[in-house]
């Protein structure tokens, strides 16, 4: 492998649903009824101007990236039309395309080998991606093309794509940076019926905009990682014996579970208790509201959250499973303190002093919890941050 | 020759003027050793001595005399100069620049005469153990500088012990440690508060001493939150380490207040003076109520700033935390100066000896020189000049000042390039790498960038009119550029000693080198016997 | 024009009123004071600052301050052997004239691209010192030696996890009381006792401290009171016997002679550059190296800069650039994490030239000279009735301890009477180091010519007669 390569697919109808009133493209009877009602598929396009605004960027000076593409409709027509020889990668199925099409032409694309894997969709196409490109070491970076594009794995445009993607390759491969992106799981059906519910449902490495050289006069931040680690070890050195931790999802907690020696799952709540001794161990892992309220009734409990989706939302986004009652027990029994925030610098620095939002699905609970919380953001590092109802 | 045909007179300069950084594509000095070349002779061994005592150093036990020759480069004492000359010329000294790119750096003229003050041997020449009544001079100077920078800060005490800045933090956290200590709380007070625009040292010190550190980030109108404050101050808080204006330059109005709830928990509070360079003479440390401060002398008071070093820190106490200052203390019995070395309740030491002494000479020296209106003139100037540069740099697409919008700052601001970032895809990064095409610097802010895109300006009393409109000048050419040309931006420096570096090698432990011989050992196959 | 009319003063170029005026209208405010509408009235001072008249001309400035100074008394003038930890050398006149460049002088942190010669300088000193000190990796100056020696104790520290450190009991007062304000937090300082015999560090002291919990021990080459640690590859076994890592603590100016920390198995280097071309300036010419060889696990634990070579966009050009180790799988720096600030660079940059000045061959002369020069001392002061010098058996380069205890005289009083003859006296050592009593650590250096040791020889006897 000498050049970057970098890989394309693109789900042909992503986006089919917006523009005749439908929320979302899931499902072979909205995709026809989308059609009936005269929408044209747009993905394609704004992959061609994805991979002419990379040629932009990339300039004349040096061969362009290898491009591989998943065949026709879902990739190398969009390649071609934007002045790519693509290798075609995988053969389409019989029929209109499906997320399992989206999954299996991925996964041979990575399989194939690539710096940097292109998809055109929407949230929908990003948790098709995650099933297959969720392992590390594989960067990923969504083509906006959907109707709903609430993760945070897409550039703004298809423009900002490119340029991102282009900027990405040319890096050396040591130099390339990614960071973990939530890729949140929206139930369309409910979604629909107008009720609003996220959850993280993967996380996938998005390429990180390029640092080059910068003045120095203090030391350059941790990796995104170390910051992690770090917070892993503050968390883990404050956790009491004798008591039980709701830990909520994210990339975040999943390092401290790591430093507690537990399989902690990405996007779930799991519960680990502490024993007498101070030794930890998994109670339940991935629980539901049901599950977790009683779990945690009638012991010391705990709960270690951090902020979903962008927003800085501490609870109701993503992690709804850590309900009104789960909350109202630990207050009760434990007060405030019980309740552990974990964010990196970065993530706070990065919510331009909005406040976190709660919204547990209890008002009165929410006008409690605001205020102002302690957040774990390193090692004997914290910050106290400010709390409202959202 | 006809006038017309003359080529005179010669057309006018444009502007940003087109500048090229010296460009000698120098060596490193290891390339240019010539085996056997002297750069100066020691004095040698007189043959009566040798005759008396023969070679000690040949009489070493094996193990303890060196077997080797170090391999340091030989060169002709011409070849020395020479080479130090042109690396120097690829420096880009205050001097040199209208230097306000540097934002929190207080880049300021360093008074030639106080530079030849210092050299002389009356002070580059003295031992710290002679007599105190040989360097009666030296003393009384630094007596007096406490003196003025005590008035300034509306401190009490000061020690002028800190070799900088961060040294500074660091003993008046060591004072805090050692007052909680004396009152029977130091195990209880394990907590210090600072803030996201205070200078990362005030963090770092506080965790290296063994604290917990909370750290306050600002609410929407720029200011620490003062409700996180509240929240945060407890029984375990030793202390408060804040800077006023923060980086962004923006004053707060209610830091009394802040200093008033720590204190109300028996906490202390600290005061880190580093963007003094605005308030001189109009505000102080002390009447805010402040418990302890700092200045970095190569800051506000001018002393040069030496590629990194060396500065000088000055921490400034209030009466009843004197007994902590690091020993010795500079004490006037009658008409003399003494050095006060028994001080029981004194954290010790936190360098060799009493001071940087001749950045303590340039400090003073350069006060003397001002007095008091003088200083307000600084002051007041350092804030004209940033309001002007401001209302300039506001001007140009896609730059934008977050907080206090329509209001005035002290002595810096931190822009946000945001918008041009969005709209052209070129990062403040890269904005810099362009900026130095037109010889001057550029810094963006200490991580994490709580500010998107940021850039930090301190136009301090040093520059004119015309400097500053220069700047603004330039920032906008950086500006037209990435809007009409990206590339070139993106492609920066053109100009430069050198082209863009690539610095994958130096995050790679197999790859890096951090000196020649490693380089040699690692990329040019030299022998595995130098390895160390 | 006469004195107190107000003028323009030179450093403040927009304080010419019309200029003022001029900005102030472009930006909308009447007067300045607009400018601080965000400072309340409560906090303002109100009233000009209560300092000394202003000597606005230069000569009256320049009268004023060469006035102070000229109360002082410089070395140059008498003949002086102050050692203990601030030395006399010969100054290059090349030194002075590199560090006084403007630009060097007046730069700070800017990148590898304009500041470019700063970075080639500062790998280069680097570079140097790493050859004197045979090690690959060397810092950009901390603030002085007390810094280093307490930062690697520290790094030595989160290295081994442990929690015990040593020093020498015959260490300077001020170097241990720098280091315990220092690694407090961390780390528990445990002194070693000396042999008095010798002055070098007691062995069995050493063998039954040493157990499990020792992060480790520093030793000092020479020791402060000028010995050499002969002892130092017992001394390093012992060390790692029990798992412990040994830190040199050395002066850089007699490793043309004395093996260094490296070749003893040491892991850490550590000491001041003040030697290395820098005037005593009252204890203002400081600077601080560590040192270590190049494992990724020491790497991450220097707080200190570290600037590294890398290549550009154009083949042949040397770049630099922060090795920035927190970006590597090695970065696992959660405890402790200190801090980067302003320090020594310009003296680094000026160690640098005088090692290229000296070269191999310099360093190898100025340490036999010195050598030669304190044994011819200590021979000489020997011969003084009354003084004794307690360690001649042992090895020395540039300092040794005086005793006058035979005498009947304090070191205070036949200082004082040397003084009056032009001669200022070795350290007082009776107060750091009581057990030594009425004793002075002399200094004799290259600088220190065979008719000046005779010298001080003859005024001594002539004092304490």
């Known amino acids: 492998m000498t050049g970057p390569r970098a890989a394309l697919v693109v789900n042909p109808i992503a986006g089919i649903g917006g523009r005749v009133g439908l929320a979302g493209s899931d499902g072979a009877e909205i995709v026809a009824e989308a059609l009936s009602r005269g929408a044209i598929p747009h993905a394609n396009d704004r992959a061609v101007g994805a991979l002419e605004a990379l040629r932009t960027r990339w300039g004349a000076a040096r061969p362009v990236p290898a491009l591989l593409a998943a065949p026709g409709e879902m990739g190398a027509d969009a390649a071609r039309r934007a002045g790519f020889e693509p290798l075609v990668v995988g053969a389409l199925g019989r029929g209109s395309t499906t997320a399992a099409d989206t999954q299996r032409l991925a996964g041979e694309l990575i399989a194939a080998g690539l710096d940097l894997l292109l998809f055109a969709g929407g949230d929908g196409t990003a948790r098709d991606i995650c099933g297959v490109a969720g392992a590390p070491g594989v960067a990923v970076l969504g083509i906006p093309a959907g109707v709903k594009i609430q993760s945070a794995v897409f550039a703004t445009s298809p423009a900002a794509a490119g340029d991102l993607a282009a900027a990405f390759l040319a890096l050396p491969p040591g130099r390339r940076r990614t960071s973990q992106r939530e890729v949140l799981d929206l139930d369309e059906a409910a979604y629909r019926r107008g009720e609003l519910a996220p959850r993280l449902f993967g996380e996938l490495a998005v390429p990180e905009a390029g640092r080059w050289l910068q003045a120095r006069k203090a030391p350059s931040p941790a990796?995104?990682?170390?910051?992690?680690?770090?917070?892993?070890?503050?968390?883990?050195?404050?956790?009491?014996?004798?008591?039980?931790?709701?830990?909520?999802?994210?990339?975040?907690?999943?390092?401290?579970?790591?430093?507690?020696?537990?399989?902690?799952?990405?996007?779930?709540?799991?519960?680990?208790?502490?024993?007498?001794?101070?030794?930890?161990?998994?109670?339940?892992?991935?629980?539901?509201?049901?599950?977790?309220?009683?779990?945690?009734?009638?012991?010391?409990?705990?709960?270690?959250?951090?902020?979903?989706?962008?927003?800085?939302?501490?609870?109701?986004?993503?992690?709804?499973?850590?309900?009104?009652?789960?909350?109202?027990?630990?207050?009760?029994?434990?007060?405030?303190?019980?309740?552990?925030?974990?964010?990196?610098?970065?993530?706070?620095?990065?919510?331009?002093?909005?406040?976190?939002?709660?919204?547990?699905?209890?008002?009165?609970?929410?006008?409690?919890?605001?205020?102002?919380?302690?957040?774990?953001?390193?090692?004997?590092?914290?910050?106290?941050y400010r709390v409202e109802p959202a | 020759m006809s006038a017309a045909a003359s080529g005179l007179p010669i057309a006018q300069k444009p502007t940003p003027r087109r500048f090229h950084q010296a460009r000698w594509d120098e060596p490193i000095i290891f390339e240019l050793s010539v085996p056997g070349a002297r750069g100066i002779l020691p004095p040698a061994t007189e043959a009566a001595i040798s005759a008396v005592v023969g070679n000690p150093a040949a009489a070493l036990p094996a193990g303890i005399r060196r077997e080797r020759p170090a391999a340091l480069p030989e060169l002709s004492q011409v070849h020395v100069v020479r080479h130090y000359d042109r690396l120097s010329q690829e420096t880009l000294g205050v001097d040199l620049n209208v230097d306000v790119g540097q934002g929190t750096c207080t880049m300021k003229?360093?008074?030639?005469?106080?530079?030849?003050?210092?050299?002389?041997?009356?002070?580059?020449?003295?031992?710290?153990?002679?007599?105190?009544?040989?360097?009666?001079?030296?003393?009384?100077?630094?007596?007096?500088?406490?003196?003025?920078?005590?008035?300034?800060?509306?401190?009490?005490?000061?020690?002028?012990?800190?070799?900088?800045?961060?040294?500074?933090?660091?003993?008046?956290?060591?004072?805090?440690?050692?007052?909680?200590?004396?009152?029977?709380?130091?195990?209880?007070?394990?907590?210090?508060?600072?803030?996201?625009?205070?200078?990362?040292?005030?963090?770092?010190?506080?965790?290296?001493?063994?604290?917990?550190?909370?750290?306050?980030?600002?609410?929407?109108?720029?200011?620490?939150?003062?409700?996180?404050?509240?929240?945060?101050?407890?029984?375990?808080?030793?202390?408060?380490?804040?800077?006023?204006?923060?980086?962004?330059?923006?004053?707060?109005?209610?830091?009394?207040?802040?200093?008033?709830?720590?204190?109300?928990?028996?906490?202390?509070?600290?005061?880190?003076?580093?963007?003094?360079?605005?308030?001189?003479?109009?505000?102080?440390?002390?009447?805010?109520?402040?418990?302890?401060?700092?200045?970095?002398?190569?800051?506000?008071?001018?002393?040069?700033?030496?590629?990194?070093?060396?500065?000088?820190?000055?921490?400034?106490?209030?009466?009843?935390?004197?007994?902590?200052?690091?020993?010795?203390?500079?004490?006037?019995?009658?008409?003399?100066?003494?050095?006060?070395?028994?001080?029981?309740?004194?954290?010790?030491?936190?360098?060799?000896?009493?001071?940087?002494?001749?950045?303590?000479?340039?400090?003073?020296?350069?006060?003397?020189?001002?007095?008091?209106?003088?200083?307000?003139?600084?002051?007041?100037?350092?804030?004209?000049?940033?309001?002007?540069?401001?209302?300039?740099?506001?001007?140009?697409?896609?730059?934008?000042?977050?907080?206090?919008?329509?209001?005035?700052?002290?002595?810096?601001?931190?822009?946000?390039?945001?918008?041009?970032?969005?709209?052209?895809?070129?990062?403040?990064?890269?904005?810099?790498?362009?900026?130095?095409?037109?010889?001057?610097?550029?810094?963006?802010?200490?991580?994490?960038f709580v500010v998107p895109e940021p850039m930090t300006l301190e136009p301090t009393e040093s520059y004119s009119r015309a400097d500053l409109d220069e700047h603004a000048a330039i920032l906008a050419r950086v500006s037209a550029e990435a809007y009409a040309d990206p590339e070139h931006v993106r492609s920066a420096p053109h100009a430069s000693t050198i082209h863009r570096i690539d610095d994958a090698p130096l995050d790679d432990p197999a790859a890096w080198a951090i000196t020649w011989r490693a380089y040699r050992r690692k990329h040019l196959g030299a022998g595995a016997d130098t390895q160390g | 024009m006469h004195d107190g009319e107000k003028r323009i003063h030179p450093y403040l170029p927009n304080t010419v009123p019309a200029v003022r005026e001029a900005m102030l209208r472009e930006i909308g405010a009447a007067t300045v004071d607009d400018l601080y509408a965000e400072i309340p009235a409560s906090l303002r001072l109100g009233r000009p600052l209560d300092l000394p008249a202003p000597l606005d001309s230069e000569a009256e400035l320049v009268r004023h301050v060469e006035g102070l100074l000229n109360q002082n008394t410089s070395t140059r003038e008498v003949l002086s052997f102050l050692g203990a930890g601030c030395y006399p050398h010969h100054v290059p006149a090349v030194c002075d004239e590199i560090n006084g460049r403007a630009e060097f002088l007046t730069a700070y942190a800017g990148t590898p691209y304009e500041d470019h010669g700063r970075f080639q300088a500062l790998f280069e000193y680097a570079s140097m010192m790493g050859e004197l000190l045979e090690m690959d990796v060397v810092n950009v100056p901390t603030y002085d030696g007390f810094q280093a020696a307490a930062t690697a104790l520290r790094m030595a520290g989160r290295i081994t996890g442990r929690p015990r450190v040593l020093v020498p009991a015959s260490m300077s007062r001020d170097k241990r009381s720098r280091i315990l304000d220092y690694v407090r937090p961390d780390l528990v300082v445990d002194e070693v006792a000396v042999d008095r015999a010798t002055s070098l560090l007691n062995l069995d002291a050493l063998r039954a401290t040493l157990d499990g919990q020792v992060a480790a021990i520093l030793v000092e080459n020479p020791t402060y009171l000028g010995a050499v640690e002969t002892q130092v590859p017992e001394i390093v076994r012992l060390a790692h016997a029990a798992g412990s890592l040994v830190i040199g603590d050395v002066d850089p100016s007699t490793l043309g002679v004395l093996a260094p920390p490296a070749a003893w198995g040491a892991e850490i280097a550590c000491g001041d550059i003040q030697p290395l071309g820098m005037h005593q300036q009252f204890g203002g010419g400081h600077g601080g190296f560590i040192a270590t060889r190049d494992d990724p696990r020491f790497v991450a634990e220097y707080p200190s800069r570290l600037f590294g070579i890398a290549p550009t966009a154009v083949a042949g050009e040397y770049g630099f650039g922060d090795v920035a180790y927190e970006r590597t799988s090695f970065a696992v720096r959660e405890e402790g994490k200190e801090w980067v600030g302003t320090a020594a660079s310009l003296w680094g940059i000026t160690a640098g030239v005088y090692l290229a000045l000296m070269g191999p061959q310099g360093m190898h002369e100025l340490g036999e000279t010195m050598m030669a020069r304190t044994r011819y001392a200590m021979t000489r002061l020997a011969e003084v009735p009354g003084v004794r010098i307690p360690f001649a058996a042992q090895h020395h380069v540039k300092e040794f301890v005086v005793d006058l205890a035979a005498t009947g005289r304090t070191v205070e009083a036949v200082s004082t009477a040397l003084r009056e003859r032009g001669i200022f006296f070795g350290a007082h050592l009776s107060r750091e180091q009581p057990w030594l009593g009425q004793s002075a650590l002399v200094c004799v250096t290259e600088v220190h010519a065979q008719a000046d040791i005779d010298r001080l020889a003859a005024s001594l006897a002539e004092v304490l007669a």
Not at chain 2, 184 to 212: L, M, W
Not at chain 2, 377 to 390: F, S
């Open chain 1, 223 to 384: 990796s995104e990682a170390a910051a992690a680690r770090a917070i892993g070890a503050e968390v883990a050195a404050h956790l009491v014996a004798g008591t039980r931790y709701v830990l909520g999802p994210g990339s975040t907690l999943r390092s401290i579970g790591e430093r507690l020696g537990v399989a902690k799952t990405l996007v779930g709540v799991d519960v680990v208790e502490l024993d007498a001794a101070g030794r930890p161990g998994l109670v339940a892992s991935d629980v539901g509201a049901a599950r977790l309220a009683a779990l945690v009734e009638g012991c010391p409990a705990g709960v270690v959250v951090t902020p979903i989706g962008g927003q800085g939302f501490l609870f109701g986004r993503g992690n709804q499973q850590i309900g009104p009652d789960v909350l109202r027990a630990i207050l009760a029994r434990s007060g405030r303190d019980a309740i552990i925030v974990v964010a990196t610098p970065a993530k706070l620095a990065a919510l331009g002093g909005r406040p976190f939002l709660v919204d547990t699905g209890d008002v009165a609970l929410d006008r409690e919890l605001a205020g102002y919380l302690r957040v774990v953001t390193g090692r004997s590092e914290h910050a106290t």
């Open chain 2, 109 to 448: 003229y360093s008074p030639k005469v106080n530079d030849q003050l210092v050299r002389s041997p009356r002070l580059a020449d003295l031992h710290p153990l002679q007599d105190p009544a040989t360097v009666q001079g030296t003393l009384e100077i630094m007596w007096r500088l406490e003196r003025m920078l005590a008035e300034i800060s509306g401190m009490d005490r000061m020690t002028l012990q800190p070799a900088a800045g961060s040294a500074a933090i660091w003993t008046n956290v060591s004072m805090i440690r050692a007052w909680h200590a004396a009152r029977g709380e130091g195990a209880v007070r394990d907590e210090i508060i600072t803030t996201i625009f205070s200078h990362p040292s005030n963090a770092a010190c506080a965790k290296v001493a063994g604290y917990r550190v909370i750290t306050l980030y600002p609410d929407v109108n720029g200011y620490p939150d003062l409700g996180a404050l509240r929240a945060a101050v407890s029984e375990r808080t030793a202390a408060l380490l804040i800077t006023n204006p923060e980086d962004t330059g923006i004053f707060n109005p209610r830091i009394a207040e802040y200093v008033r709830i720590v204190h109300e928990v028996g906490g202390l509070a600290s005061y880190d003076q580093a963007n003094a360079n605005g308030i001189l003479g109009v505000t102080r440390a002390g009447d805010a109520g402040f418990d302890l401060c700092h200045f970095n002398l190569h800051k506000t008071f001018s002393t040069p700033h030496a590629c990194g070093g060396p500065g000088a820190g000055a921490c400034g106490v209030k009466a009843d935390l004197a007994r902590f200052l690091p020993r010795p203390t500079v004490e006037r019995v009658g008409d003399r100066y003494v050095l006060d070395d028994e001080r029981p309740d004194s954290i010790g030491k936190v360098r060799p000896w009493y001071g940087v002494a001749p950045n303590l000479v340039r400090a003073y020296a350069w006060i003397m020189s001002l007095g008091a209106a003088g200083l307000r003139e600084v002051a007041e100037t350092a804030v004209l000049n940033n309001n002007y540069l401001m209302a300039k740099v506001l001007e140009i697409r896609g730059v934008s000042a977050p907080y206090a919008a329509g209001r005035r700052r002290i002595e810096q601001v931190r822009y946000s390039w945001e918008q041009l970032t969005r709209e052209t895809g070129v990062t403040t990064d890269e904005i810099g790498q362009r900026v130095v095409d037109f010889g001057t610097h550029y810094w963006t802010s200490h991580h994490p």
